[in-house]
């Protein structure tokens, strides 16, 4: 449990309830029967028309254009009674005990498609809300303070990355279970709150959404904030930056209390797997017989093709074909010169110079983008040296709880320094770079 925390144990880890999603499931389900339709219809066209240029969504005419007609309007109007049924079962759903794994199958839903599941009403859509034990937060002094047992003016603020949401902070490990958030309670005296959000909206769109939630936290924090520390890993890095562009645009209490951030393999250059996805969709898009697939390539979210290139601020994507957009349109975002800012970066090589390790960095992440490097000098983020970690033998998820991840974070927010070995990677990796 993490310290500090007051929840009921026996209560069931609840955001939603059973009635709502099978609404959700429902939805999706005739969302897809729907689209499958109208691609086998498009594949129809272009296997009957190989030649002819047109839309890959192009339908088609005669009987089959009938048939197909015919089977999305009959899936339609059964869904919109499915529907129905359910939103008005679903009081009756609201003591059914959650599903086991509900909140990691939720929250990987939302981060492929989240910005989808938002814009079409479905109530598997996670919204931003601040937790503490596994618990939604209300933000109200009372509710706090009976929430948290001993609430300090140390403010921690724990942001997931994609698909994941605030109980992935808690690790298991030979050791015992590790958290974090509570280790930092324990030994630093910080309080900490998770934040949890939809991963799949694009990453400015909940840059800002997170800037209102802190200026709402600080201003019901029961006691005065002294100072506010962001720990981010992986796309929650790019989350906590955005918000800080956006806390920057109107006088806000929280940002002017911001004094640490510490990023722990965040892409801030960008993932190569997400620009593996849109080399896929090209291929797919290049013959009359596959292109109509192309579109399956777009199911992933707003918050996945972000990653692409890092893309944190609302300019970088508004009025633009999010699918087709290169790294040209990325307006620069550089770290803020009032905050103390540091990076650690896993790397799956055992040595600094490990070829694999250079390459692959944490698996997800390449070392170079974790620590903000960037062949472009204006994209570069200023990360000094003595600021970065680099710590061999750990992978992507392992930076959640790994001792010597931990060591490093806790070296960097009690004296700004990480433990030697890490300082001696950092410096290596920093001049392979430079080379």
Not at 94 to 113: A, H, K, Q, T
Not at 125 to 138: K, Y
């Amino acid at each position: 449990m993490t310290a500090g925390i007051r929840p009921d144990p026996s209560a069931p880890h609840r955001t939603g309830n059973v009635g709502d999603d099978l609404r959700g499931v429902g939805k999706l389900a005739i969302d897809a029967t729907t689209s499958i339709t109208s691609l086998v219809e498009a594949m129809h066209g272009g296997i009957k028309r190989p030649l002819r240029k047109g839309s890959p969504d192009a339908r088609a005419g005669g009987i089959a254009g009938l048939v197909y007609s015919s089977v999305r309007g009959i899936t339609r109007g059964v869904g919109f009674g499915i529907d129905a049924a359910l939103r008005l079962l679903s009081p009756a759903l609201r003591d059914v005990p959650d599903v086991r794994g509900r909140d990691s199958i939720l929250s990987i839903v939302n981060g492929v498609m989240g910005d989808y599941l938002q814009q079409s009403g479905n109530p598997l859509a996670i919204d931003m809300e601040w937790r503490v034990g596994g618990r939604r937060l209300e933000i109200t002094p009372d509710a706090i303070r009976h929430s948290i047992a001993d609430v300090s003016g140390k403010l921690l603020i724990m942001v997931h990355g994609l698909c994941m949401n605030d109980l992935r902070w808690q690790r298991s490990s030979e050791a015992g279970p590790h958290d974090h958030g509570a280790a930092l309670h324990n030994e630093l005296g910080y309080t900490a709150v998770y934040l949890r959000y939809n991963t799949g909206l694009h990453i400015a769109t909940n840059g800002r959404q997170l800037s209102q939630a802190l200026e709402a936290l600080v201003t019901a924090w029961p006691v005065p904030v002294e100072s506010i520390t962001i720990v981010a890993h992986s796309m929650g890095g790019l989350v906590a930056r955005s918000a800080c562009c956006y806390g920057e645009e109107t006088p806000s209490t929280w940002r002017r209390r911001l004094r640490k951030m510490v990023f722990l393999g965040t892409p801030h250059a960008g993932a190569p797997l997400e620009r593996g996805g849109r080399w896929l969709e090209s291929v797919l898009g290049s013959t009359p017989y596959a292109a109509p697939l192309a579109r399956l390539g777009r199911l992933r979210s707003a918050g996945i093709t972000d990653l692409r290139y890092g893309r944190v601020r609302e300019e970088d994507w508004h009025g633009s074909n999010r699918f087709e957009t290169n790294e040209s349109s990325i307006h620069p975002l550089p770290l803020p010169t009032d905050v103390d800012c540091f990076a650690i970066g896993g790397t799956i090589g055992r040595e600094p110079d490990d070829l694999k390790g250079r390459l692959l960095g944490d698996g997800l992440v390449p070392l170079a983008s974790a620590l903000g490097q960037h062949k472009d000098a204006h994209r570069a983020l200023a990360f000094p040296p003595s600021h970065t970690a680099v710590l061999p033998g750990i992978d992507h998820l392992q930076l959640l709880g790994a001792p010597a991840a931990y060591a490093a974070l806790r070296g960097f927010l009690s004296d700004g320094t990480a433990p030697a070995q890490t300082e001696e990677y950092a410096a290596a990796a920093h001049h392979e770079e430079g080379a």
